[in-house]
């Protein structure tokens, strides 16, 4: 039987303090959702300022706690002031999760000239800058949770997506990287590898190309396509407790479905 998500009661987040990038975007703003409702104080990162206030309003709106810290991944510096403030405003950051990302399409000799630089600066630098700067603070903690939303193509590549398959590979390989230098220092770092989710982009997406909804579930074998909601539980449990001994792991999410 094919199931659909389900709220979670859980409360593993009270207390914390979580900072989330790209969220207000499709996954980023239900992974920004979901740590509040488990009593987070969720710090609202993107660059759209408006969405990032609509975000947070919606949260607190819903009883959560969230706060909203508009600025721009590309700049090193605005990276690395937005986690100090958020550090001096709160006392530490128990949870980062590097979610945003772009997707500039095409192979190599298709790209325009900046669309390597572009990808590399949302989807690699930006995590890493952020976790440069948080990473004293966890260790001083004694803990902290990251976990970066890579992709299943950063584990195998989708054809004609050569700079956004590379920037995720390179994820994947930073996360295992971070996790083995500083498991030691009671930090975990995980990467999440979603397949393809029905985000409201995806929706917008397959509006235009004149196919449903229907026609992308018949292409995954667990019978449909997955939800922002579900990667957002699998982020929560791998910055829960209940994940303690999850260092390093890259975890799928794809209904079993091949990169075709
Ligand atoms: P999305 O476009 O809905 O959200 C991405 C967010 O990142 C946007 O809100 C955008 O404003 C923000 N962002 C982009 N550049 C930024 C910058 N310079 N500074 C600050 N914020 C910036 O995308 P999504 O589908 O929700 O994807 C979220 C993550 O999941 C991405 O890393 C994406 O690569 C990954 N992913 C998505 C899918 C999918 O099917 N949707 C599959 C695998 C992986």
Redesign the pocket.
Known sequence: MIKEPSPSTARRFVGRVCLV??????????IARRLADEGALVQV????AD?CARVAEEIVLAGGRAEAR??????PDACVAAVEEMITAHGGLDVVV??????RRGALLELGPDDWSATF???VD?MVHLCRAVLPAMISAGQGAIVN??????LSPAPGHVA?NA??AA?VSFTQSLARDYAPAGVRVNA???????????AGNLARSGRTKADLDALVPYGR??Y?EE?AALVAFLASDEAPYLCGAAVEITGAQAVA
């Open positions: 990038t790209g969220a207000a975007g499709g996954i980023g703003s239900a990162a993107d660059l759209d969405a508009p600025f721009d991944l590309t700049d590097n979610n945003a990302g772009i997707n600066a949302v989807n930006a939303t890579a992709s299943q193509w950063g956004y920037s995720k994820v999440v590898c979603p397949g393809e989710i029905f985000t409201p982009m995806l396509v997955g922002p990667v």
